[in-house]
Protein backbone atom coordinates (compact mmCIF):
# COMPACT_ATOMS: atom_id res chain seq x y z
CA UNK A 1 0.00 0.00 0.00
CA UNK A 2 1.32 3.31 -0.94
CA UNK A 3 2.70 5.82 2.03
CA UNK A 4 3.84 8.77 1.87
CA UNK A 5 5.14 10.21 5.28
CA UNK A 6 5.92 14.22 5.13
CA UNK A 7 8.26 15.63 8.05
CA UNK A 8 10.02 18.74 8.62
CA UNK A 9 7.52 21.66 8.84
CA UNK A 10 7.43 24.38 11.48
CA UNK A 11 7.40 27.69 12.63
CA UNK A 12 10.43 29.52 11.15
CA UNK A 13 11.08 33.72 11.18
CA UNK A 14 10.75 35.77 8.13
CA UNK A 15 14.23 35.07 6.17
CA UNK A 16 14.82 31.50 8.13
CA UNK A 17 14.97 28.08 6.21
CA UNK A 18 13.51 24.88 6.62
CA UNK A 19 13.48 21.50 4.67
CA UNK A 20 10.77 19.44 3.90
CA UNK A 21 11.13 15.63 3.48
CA UNK A 22 8.30 12.94 2.25
CA UNK A 23 9.23 9.29 2.06
CA UNK A 24 7.72 7.30 -0.01
CA UNK A 25 6.91 3.79 0.45
CA UNK A 26 4.84 0.57 -0.82
CA UNK A 27 5.21 1.94 -4.59
CA UNK A 28 5.44 -0.95 -6.70
CA UNK A 29 5.34 1.40 -9.38
CA UNK A 30 7.74 3.59 -11.51
CA UNK A 31 7.65 6.93 -10.46
CA UNK A 32 6.76 9.63 -12.92
CA UNK A 33 7.08 12.63 -10.92
CA UNK A 34 7.53 13.45 -7.11
CA UNK A 35 6.25 17.56 -5.95
CA UNK A 36 5.14 19.70 -3.62
CA UNK A 37 1.92 21.79 -3.11
CA UNK A 38 0.87 24.12 -1.06
CA UNK A 39 -2.60 25.28 0.33
CA UNK A 40 -3.89 27.97 2.45
CA UNK A 41 -7.61 28.15 3.80
CA UNK A 42 -8.37 30.88 1.43
CA UNK A 43 -6.47 29.12 -1.77
CA UNK A 44 -6.73 26.12 -3.87
CA UNK A 45 -3.94 24.28 -3.13
CA UNK A 46 -1.20 25.27 -5.58
CA UNK A 47 2.03 23.67 -7.38
CA UNK A 48 5.27 24.59 -5.55
CA UNK A 49 7.88 22.22 -7.24
CA UNK A 50 8.01 18.95 -9.24
CA UNK A 51 10.80 16.75 -9.96
CA UNK A 52 10.64 14.43 -12.79
CA UNK A 53 11.58 10.80 -13.71
CA UNK A 54 15.40 11.87 -14.94
CA UNK A 55 15.61 14.71 -12.95
CA UNK A 56 14.72 17.32 -14.47
CA UNK A 57 12.85 20.09 -12.07
CA UNK A 58 9.81 22.67 -12.63
CA UNK A 59 9.42 25.59 -9.96
CA UNK A 60 6.66 27.78 -9.17
CA UNK A 61 8.03 31.69 -9.96
CA UNK A 62 6.08 32.66 -6.26
CA UNK A 63 9.28 30.56 -5.29
CA UNK A 64 11.80 30.59 -7.46
CA UNK A 65 15.42 31.64 -6.56
CA UNK A 66 14.29 30.71 -2.71
CA UNK A 67 13.09 27.18 -3.18
CA UNK A 68 15.04 23.65 -4.28
CA UNK A 69 13.51 20.15 -4.88
CA UNK A 70 15.66 17.52 -4.87
CA UNK A 71 15.01 13.59 -4.39
CA UNK A 72 17.12 10.37 -3.29
CA UNK A 73 16.21 7.67 -5.43
CA UNK A 74 17.25 4.95 -2.95
CA UNK A 75 15.29 5.94 -0.09
CA UNK A 76 12.38 7.42 -2.24
CA UNK A 77 12.38 10.56 -0.83
CA UNK A 78 11.88 14.18 -2.12
CA UNK A 79 13.02 17.45 -0.18
CA UNK A 80 12.70 20.81 -0.48
CA UNK A 81 15.20 23.37 0.83
CA UNK A 82 13.04 26.43 1.63
CA UNK A 83 15.54 29.47 2.16
CA UNK A 84 14.54 32.82 2.72
CA UNK A 85 11.30 32.18 3.74
CA UNK A 86 8.55 35.12 3.56
CA UNK A 87 5.03 35.71 5.70
CA UNK A 88 3.24 34.44 2.48
CA UNK A 89 4.94 31.01 2.39
CA UNK A 90 2.93 30.29 5.08
CA UNK A 91 0.77 27.20 4.19
CA UNK A 92 0.14 23.13 4.37
CA UNK A 93 2.57 21.91 1.98
CA UNK A 94 1.36 18.77 0.63
CA UNK A 95 3.61 15.53 -1.25
CA UNK A 96 2.33 14.45 -4.29
CA UNK A 97 3.65 11.11 -6.11
CA UNK A 98 2.85 10.06 -9.60
CA UNK A 99 3.14 7.30 -11.81
CA UNK A 100 4.87 6.77 -15.21
CA UNK A 101 1.96 4.54 -16.34
CA UNK A 102 -0.96 5.41 -18.12
CA UNK A 103 -3.82 6.30 -16.67
CA UNK A 104 -1.36 8.43 -14.07
CA UNK A 105 -1.92 7.22 -10.26
CA UNK A 106 -1.25 10.04 -7.80
CA UNK A 107 -0.77 9.84 -4.17
CA UNK A 108 -0.82 12.63 -1.65
CA UNK A 109 0.82 13.56 1.62
CA UNK A 110 -1.16 13.75 4.73
CA UNK A 111 0.48 17.43 4.97
CA UNK A 112 2.74 19.26 7.05
CA UNK A 113 2.28 23.15 8.26
CA UNK A 114 5.35 25.49 7.60
CA UNK A 115 4.73 29.09 9.64
CA UNK A 116 6.75 32.05 8.64
CA UNK A 117 5.95 34.58 11.42
CA UNK A 118 7.89 37.07 13.80
Known amino acids: QVQLVESGGGLVQPGGSLRLSCAAS????????MGWYRQTAENQRELVAT???????NIADSVSGRFTISRDDLKKTVYLQMNSLKPEDTAVYYC????????????WGQGTQVTVSS
Open 96 to 107: NVKSVSVPVRTY
Open 26 to 33: GTAFTIGA
Open 51 to 57: IFRFGNT
